[in-house]
Protein backbone atom coordinates (compact mmCIF):
# COMPACT_ATOMS: atom_id res chain seq x y z
CA UNK A 1 0.00 0.00 0.00
CA UNK A 2 1.11 3.08 -0.70
CA UNK A 3 0.83 6.09 2.04
CA UNK A 4 -0.05 9.70 1.48
CA UNK A 5 1.57 11.85 3.97
CA UNK A 6 -0.28 15.27 3.81
CA UNK A 7 0.89 18.48 5.12
CA UNK A 8 -1.78 19.60 7.74
CA UNK A 9 -1.97 22.61 10.18
CA UNK A 10 -4.53 20.43 12.15
CA UNK A 11 -5.27 16.95 12.53
CA UNK A 12 -8.22 15.65 10.33
CA UNK A 13 -10.35 13.68 12.49
CA UNK A 14 -11.13 11.05 9.96
CA UNK A 15 -6.69 10.11 9.27
CA UNK A 16 -3.81 8.86 11.08
CA UNK A 17 -1.95 12.29 12.07
CA UNK A 18 1.82 13.21 13.69
CA UNK A 19 3.29 16.46 14.57
CA UNK A 20 6.70 16.55 14.26
CA UNK A 21 8.35 19.01 16.67
CA UNK A 22 12.66 19.89 18.42
CA UNK A 23 13.34 18.84 21.91
CA UNK A 24 16.82 19.26 22.85
CA UNK A 25 18.18 18.94 19.23
CA UNK A 26 16.20 15.80 19.23
CA UNK A 27 13.21 15.55 16.00
CA UNK A 28 10.23 13.80 18.18
CA UNK A 29 6.25 12.88 17.12
CA UNK A 30 3.26 12.36 18.45
CA UNK A 31 0.93 10.02 17.05
CA UNK A 32 -2.82 10.06 16.91
CA UNK A 33 -5.36 8.18 15.32
CA UNK A 34 -8.96 7.95 14.52
CA UNK A 35 -10.02 6.09 17.31
CA UNK A 36 -7.05 5.98 19.33
CA UNK A 37 -3.84 4.06 19.46
CA UNK A 38 -5.23 1.42 22.04
CA UNK A 39 -4.89 -2.22 21.01
CA UNK A 40 -2.59 -0.65 17.74
CA UNK A 41 0.41 -2.91 18.90
CA UNK A 42 2.61 0.16 17.51
CA UNK A 43 5.46 2.23 19.09
CA UNK A 44 2.75 4.77 19.36
CA UNK A 45 1.01 2.76 21.70
CA UNK A 46 3.56 2.05 24.17
CA UNK A 47 4.97 5.29 24.18
CA UNK A 48 3.40 6.89 27.89
CA UNK A 49 4.30 10.54 27.23
CA UNK A 50 3.11 10.86 23.74
CA UNK A 51 6.50 12.19 22.19
CA UNK A 52 8.51 9.27 20.05
CA UNK A 53 11.65 9.50 17.69
CA UNK A 54 10.58 10.52 14.81
CA UNK A 55 11.15 6.88 13.28
CA UNK A 56 9.62 5.09 15.72
CA UNK A 57 6.46 7.82 15.12
CA UNK A 58 6.27 7.12 11.52
CA UNK A 59 6.77 3.69 11.49
CA UNK A 60 3.33 3.85 13.70
CA UNK A 61 1.71 5.95 11.82
CA UNK A 62 2.04 3.73 8.46
CA UNK A 63 1.27 1.22 10.34
CA UNK A 64 -2.32 2.66 11.50
CA UNK A 65 -2.71 4.66 8.08
CA UNK A 66 -3.67 0.70 6.43
CA UNK A 67 -6.72 1.10 8.23
CA UNK A 68 -7.46 4.70 7.34
CA UNK A 69 -6.98 5.21 3.56
CA UNK A 70 -3.77 4.98 3.24
CA UNK A 71 -2.96 8.62 4.67
CA UNK A 72 -0.90 10.25 7.36
CA UNK A 73 -1.79 14.06 8.21
CA UNK A 74 2.08 15.77 9.20
CA UNK A 75 1.87 18.57 11.39
CA UNK A 76 5.28 20.41 10.63
CA UNK A 77 5.29 23.82 12.81
CA UNK A 78 9.53 23.59 12.68
CA UNK A 79 9.89 22.95 9.05
CA UNK A 80 11.80 19.76 9.52
CA UNK A 81 10.45 16.99 7.44
CA UNK A 82 12.41 15.31 5.79
CA UNK A 83 12.42 14.20 2.12
CA UNK A 84 14.25 10.98 2.74
CA UNK A 85 10.73 10.03 5.16
CA UNK A 86 8.61 10.44 2.14
CA UNK A 87 6.76 12.72 -0.25
CA UNK A 88 4.73 15.40 1.54
CA UNK A 89 2.00 16.92 -0.31
CA UNK A 90 0.19 20.03 0.20
CA UNK A 91 -3.73 19.85 1.39
Known amino acids: MTITFISRTVPDPNE ?23 GSHTAAEADQ ?4 GVHQAL ?3 IALAG ?16 PEWGDLVEA
Open 16 to 38: VTIRIHQDAGAVLAEVTCPGGLR
Open 67 to 82: EHEGRVGVIDEEGLWR
Open 49 to 52: DGSL
Open 59 to 61: ASA
